[in-house]
């Protein structure tokens, strides 16, 4: 009986024996993750930073559970163009709205350089602009999901981005590199999700090609046919946005 017991070990054994193994894997990775995300986290241009941001952004900066760097695709619209709908985040998510972008959303400044977004069904997200140059934008970024918002039954979720946003114009047409740092508010969560820092990145390339698209895509519009955008119901709804786009637009035919 001896002899058995010694090699032919118990369900529970065996049980507890696998149970081990699969912890054991499981801290190998985290730490392999870790190990990876400490390695790959790039420095930060903190002198760009005004001051009263400055220890707000480094906090983030240095205790960011991802950091990504994305490029996304050339599109044959102006650099100009762009730049005037990242200067009017108001007038710019009523041209979303009217392309029948997903998800719809409702832009508003709430300071200078700041502008609250909201889909009205549980995504919401303040930026705050802590730079900005032709060419190149920081943005603080404070995002949350309301449980359910993402998937059904999931738990809601809170995160802070600062976003180093360079873009140029180029024969080929207009690109653009972001460096994001994210800070995940549930520091759990953020710990549980090392090992699946790929997907993440994939999902968040994926995100910033298609909101970059689909602006390109209507600012190119808008160099082409104003008159699209101009008698849309949802410029003519908004006095100020309608009073932003005359005045950007009216040299547009």
Request: hydrophobic fraction near 40%; glycine fraction near 4%.
């Amino acid at each position: 009986m001896l002899y058995m017991t010694l090699y032919f070990p118990t369900d529970s054994h065996c049980l507890w024996s696998t149970r081990r193994l699969y912890a054991i894997c499981l801290v190998l990775s985290l730490m392999k993750a870790l190990s990876l995300n400490a390695q790959e986290k790039k420095s930060f241009p903190m002198d760009l930073i005004p001051d009263i941001y400055r220890a707000q952004v480094i906090a983030l900066i240095e205790r960011s559970d991802f950091q990504f760097q994305t490029s996304t695709l050339p599109k044959r619209v102006k650099l100009s163009s762009m730049e005037t709908l990242f200067d009017h985040p108001r007038m710019s998510s009523a041209m979303w709205r009217h392309c029948k972008f997903s998800p719809s959303f409702y832009a508003f400044e709430e300071a200078p350089n700041t502008f609250f977004i909201d889909d009205t069904k549980g995504l919401t997200g303040r930026l705050v602009l802590l730079y900005s140059v032709p060419g190149h934008r920081i943005y603080w970024v404070q995002g949350k999901a309301e449980a359910g918002r993402l998937k059904p039954f999931a738990p809601a979720v809170s995160a802070q981005m600062i976003t180093s946003y360079r873009y140029w114009e180029t024969n080929q047409g207009f690109q653009t590199q972001l460096d994001t740092w994210t800070k995940l508010d549930n520091v759990l969560l953020g710990f549980l999700a090392q090992p699946f820092r790929r997907y993440v990145q994939g999902r968040q390339d994926e995100f910033i090609a298609y909101i970059n698209s689909n602006i390109a895509l209507f600012g190119e519009s808008i160099e082409l046919n104003s008159i699209e955008f101009r008698d849309s119901g949802l410029i003519l709804a908004d006095p100020r946005i309608q009073r932003d786009f005359t005045r950007l637009y009216s040299k547009f035919p």
